[in-house]
C-alpha cells in the first residue's frame, strides 16, 4: 500500500515534497523521520500530510503549525510566541500574528505596553518621523518623548502615529503647540482664521503637516490641539 508524503507549505501557498514513505505490500505502522533543519526558520510554514495512492489523492491532514519553544523572551523579535507563556498569551489575545509568524517590533511593543513584560525600551519609539508630525507608521523620533505619549496611549506605538498622538506629544513632551499661528500660546479662532487665509497655499506656517499646501490635514492637526 502507498505510504503518506510530507509536504512543506510555505506561506504563499507553494509546497515542497520533503518525504515519501515507501510503497509497502503490508499494512502496518511505520516509522519515519523528517529534517525539518532547514524549514523551520520560515515565519508561517506549516506541513501537510497527505496519502501517497493516487486513488486517495485529496486526503490529507493540512495546515499542521510546527511549535518550537521560543529561543528568546519577550523583549526580543524571533520566531512566533516568547518564552513566557502569559507574555504570549497576552500579546496574542490582541494581534495573533505575533503567535502565528512572526514575534516582531509591534509584538515586543504590545508586550511592553500591554502585557507586564520588563523591556528597556518600545521598539517602535527613537524612529518613524517626527513626534510633531502625523504619520502612517507607530512611534515617533524623538524616543522620550515618544514613550510618554505610548504609556498614555499604546495605539501610538502599534498603529499610526496620528493627530491625537501628536496633540498628546504637544502637551506631554512641550513641544511648540501646532496650529498656535498667532503665537499666543493657545489655539483658537484667531489661528483658525489665520489657517484658512492661507488654504491652498504652500504658507510654511500654516502648512503644519509640510506636506507643502495648506488643506484639510493641517486643518485636522490644528482640531487635535484646539483649545
Keep these: 500500500m502507498a505510504g503518506p508524503v510530507v509536504e512543506i507549505v510555505d506561506p504563499d501557498?507553494?509546497?515542497v515534497?520533503?518525504?515519501?514513505?515507501?510503497?509497502?505490500?503490508e499494512p502496518g505502522c511505520r516509522e519515519f523521520t523528517v529534517d525539518l533543519t532547514t524549514h523551520i526558520a520560515t515565519p508561517g510554514v506549516r506541513l501537510r500530510f497527505r496519502s501517497g495512492s493516487s486513488v486517495a489523492e485529496a486526503t490529507r491532514i493540512d495546515d499542521v503549525r510546527i511549535?518550537?519553544?521560543?529561543?528568546?523572551d519577550a523583549c526580543e523579535s524571533g520566531?512566533?510566541?516568547?518564552?513566557?507563556p502569559g507574555i504570549e498569551a497576552c500579546v496574542c489575545d490582541f494581534d495573533d500574528y505575533c503567535c502565528q509568524t512572526e514575534w516582531d517590533s509591534?509584538?515586543?511593543?504590545?508586550?511592553?505596553?500591554?502585557?507586564?513584560?520588563?523591556?528597556?525600551?518600545?521598539?517602535t519609539c527613537g524612529s518613524g518621523g517626527?513626534?510633531?508630525?502625523g504619520h502612517d507608521g507607530p512611534g515617533c523620533d524623538d524616543e522620550a518623548c515618544c514613550t510618554t505619549v505610548c504609556l498614555e496611549d499604546p495605539f501610538c506605538c502599534v498603529s499610526s502615529w496620528d493627530d491625537f498622538c501628536v496633540a498628546r506629544a504637544t502637551l506631554a513632551c512641550g513641544n511648540e503647540v501646532p496650529g498656535d499661528l498667532d503665537g499666543d500660546g493657545v489655539v483658537g479662532g484667531a489661528d483658525l482664521g489665520l489657517l484658512l487665509a492661507a488654504w491652498g497655499s504652500a504658507?510654511?506656517?500654516?502648512?503644519?503637516d509640510g506636506n507643502g499646501t495648506v488643506?484639510?490635514?493641517?486643518?485636522?492637526?490644528?482640531?487635535?490641539?484646539?483649545?
Design 67 to 72: 511549535e518550537l519553544d521560543p529561543a528568546h
Design 13 to 15: 501557498g507553494t509546497s
Design 79 to 84: 520566531s512566533p510566541g516568547c518564552a513566557d
Design 106 to 123: 509591534i509584538c515586543v511593543t504590545l508586550a511592553t505596553l500591554a502585557c507586564d513584560a520588563d523591556c528597556d525600551s518600545i521598539p
Design 130 to 133: 517626527p513626534c510633531e508630525a
Design 215 to 227: 488643506d484639510g490635514s493641517d486643518l485636522g492637526l490644528m482640531l487635535a490641539s484646539w483649545g
Design 17 to 25: 515534497e520533503i518525504l515519501r514513505v515507501p510503497f509497502a505490500s
Design 203 to 208: 504658507d510654511t506656517d500654516a502648512d503644519l
